[in-house]
């Protein structure tokens, strides 16, 4: 643990530098950056904006991969949801987010304008992805709109 820049974090925020928010999101990162017991460094060796990056933008895997659009984003989560909170709260974004556009899909696949309620869900459903992903690099939490939540 890096307890020098823990020090100089509580010497900004007593002098007001920073608000209590800031000092707040800057020493989950100190946190989180730093090894664990047996010498693993949590999230794969990537600091925790990254990972979350990844784990939103690969449910675009499926475009390579049958299937692994859905897969791979649930095993990062499961992966590392007992290490760190915000992957956490953002696998179980994604993943209610995945099982909400698989049932608008499919509600819009028996409608008689199926078709282009489909096409419609499937750039609002890519275009939420990039979003999000961009928010979770910039260390941003942003729940999916239309999102039924089924895991809390």
Known sequence: MNYEDLKILD????KGSITEEEYQ???????NNTSIGSGK???FGM???TYIMLMHLSQF???IVPCAGFIVPIIMWIANKDINVNVDLHGK???NFMISYVIYAAVAAITIIGIPIAIIIGLLYVILVIIATVKAYNGEYWKYP???QFIK
């Open 47 to 49: 600091t925790e904006n």
């Open 41 to 43: 460094r949590p999230l």
């Open 25 to 31: 999101r800057e020493k989950e990162k100190i946190l």
């Open 93 to 95: 974004n994604i993943l």
């Open 61 to 63: 895997a499926g475009v």
């Open 146 to 148: 239309l999102t039924i």
């Open 11 to 14: 010497e900004l925020r007593e």
